[in-house]
């Protein structure tokens, strides 16, 4: 066999335990499980962009082009995230009920994130004083959706 073929061989010998175990997974869990992933990666990236925005981390036009950039394409994926309703799910999950009450709400605060997220990309390539007043709007966003609709 040549190297492509055992390759791929032995990556699907180590995946299928993993697709396996995710076949098994409740489907409430699973859903809850892939939205905690989103806003775990969405905090990372957010994480960069504050630190540069407040002064703690030195101000990098590339590096801040791409967390906004990032963002916006997570931000992209929320509606899918979001779409299973586990409010009466038995799953641990910081989303609340109302996610899926006022999911017209919900869609609009998530549509701007992503619309903030890239204003705050393209002042990003403007440098500092730009990025830093786009920072305001795309740290509303996120505020504005944990207030209705996060558990803390």
């Keep these: 066999m ?4 055992k390759a791929l061989l032995l990556g699907l010998c180590c995946a299928l335990p993993v697709l396996v175990s995710a076949a098994d997974e409740d489907p409430d869990q699973a859903a809850a499980h ?3 992933a989103l806003m775990e990666l969405m905090g990372w990236n957010m ?3 504050v630190a540069m925005s407040t002064g703690k981390q030195e101000f990098s036009v590339e590096a801040a082009v791409i967390q906004g950039e990032r963002l916006a394409q997570l931000g992209a994926m929320i509606g899918d995230a979001f779409a299973r309703d586990t409010s009466a799910a038995e799953v641990k999950t910081a989303a609340l009920p109302a996610v899926w009450q006022d999911s017209e709400d919900f869609a609009a605060k ?3 994130l992503i ?3 890239t204003a705050y990309a393209e002042a990003a390539a403007g ?3 730009p990025a830093r007043k786009a920072f305001i709007q795309l740290g509303g966003s996120c505020k504005g959706c944990h207030e209705n609709y996060k558990a803390e």
């Design 115 to 117: 619309d903030n997220a």
């Design 110 to 112: 998530s549509q701007a």
């Design 47 to 49: 994480k960069t962009v």
């Design 2 to 5: 040549n190297h492509a073929i």
């Design 127 to 129: 440098g500092a004083g």
């Design 34 to 36: 892939t939205r905690h």
